[in-house]
T-cell receptor, first 114, second 111 residues
Framework: AQSVTQPDIHITVSEGASLELRCNYS??????LFWYVQSPGQGLQLLLK??????LVQGIKGFEAEFKRSQSSFNLRKPSVHWSDAAEYFC????????????FGRGTSLIVHP | KAGVTQTPRYLIKTRGQQVTLSCSPI?????VSWYQQTPGQGLQFLFE???????NKGNFPGRFSGRQFSNSRSEMNVSTLELGDSALYLC??????????FGEGSRLTVL
């Protein structure tokens, strides 16, 4: 069965600083990988996804993520954080082929200081 | 293109009652999934419907049920509500690319 670990429950950064959110997954084959963001009181919005090909994936709002098969990781990065990026971030892994119901990590709460 | 619409957005029930939540997917999406989100357990998968058939089911008791109609709209029902059922219930639709499109959720409080 697939699983996702987001080791950091909370991350605090200053506005303008760089950001890296960690995600490690467990899956026997090539996974589908996703990062979603959830603002307070809202549903989840897809930031970016990896299915195959280039391991560096660009997403919306200036985010990017890199798939590293050797480390089973899919870390999310942003070079300069804005106060509006404060939210909950979820990494998810889905099975490639067949039923693709993704498994979500527990989430990382991002706090941005002015 | 309209997004995923969930109703009601907020509701309060008492223990023992039942509740029905509704989800209208993005036009053309035939897959609808439901998730329960709580601070303690995170996002937990309830079930997925595709073309009116339940295709996948999570590890929840039989009090949680759902259905999908021919127009892809879906409902989920929770019977005999317990305090622990208080949560944000999220619906997501998909066009089977693997990407989920979420609604804003229905916030259920059980007193």
């Amino acid at each position: 069965a697939q699983s996702v670990t987001q080791p950091d429950i909370h991350i605090t950064v200053s506005e303008g600083a760089s950001l890296e959110l960690r995600c490690n997954y467990s899956y026997g084959a090539t996974p589908y990988l996703f990062w979603y963001v959830q603002s307070p009181g809202q549903g989840l919005q897809l930031l970016l996804k990896y299915f195959s090909g280039d391991t560096l994936v660009q997403g919306i709002k200036g985010f990017e993520a890199e798939f590293k098969r050797s480390q089973s990781s899919f870390n999310l990065r942003k070079p300069s954080v804005h106060w509006s990026d404060a939210a909950e971030y979820f990494c998810a892994v889905g099975a490639s082929g067949g039923s693709y119901i993704p498994t979500f990590g527990r989430g990382t709460s991002l706090i941005v200081h002015p | 293109k309209a997004g995923v619409t969930q109703t009601p957005r907020y509701l309060i029930k008492t223990r023992g009652q039942q509740v029905t939540l509704s989800c209208s997917p993005i036009s053309g999406h035939r897959s609808v999934s439901w998730y329960q989100q709580t601070p303690g357990q995170g996002l937990q998968f309830l079930f997925e419907y595709f073309s009116e058939t339940q295709r996948n089911k999570g590890n929840f008791p039989g009090r949680f049920s759902g259905r999908q109609f021919s127009n892809s709209r879906s409902e989920m029902n929770v019977s005999t509500l317990e305090l622990g059922d208080s949560a944000l219930y999220l619906c997501a639709s998909s066009n089977l690319t693997g990407e989920l499109f979420f609604g804003e959720g229905s916030r259920l409080t059980v007193l």
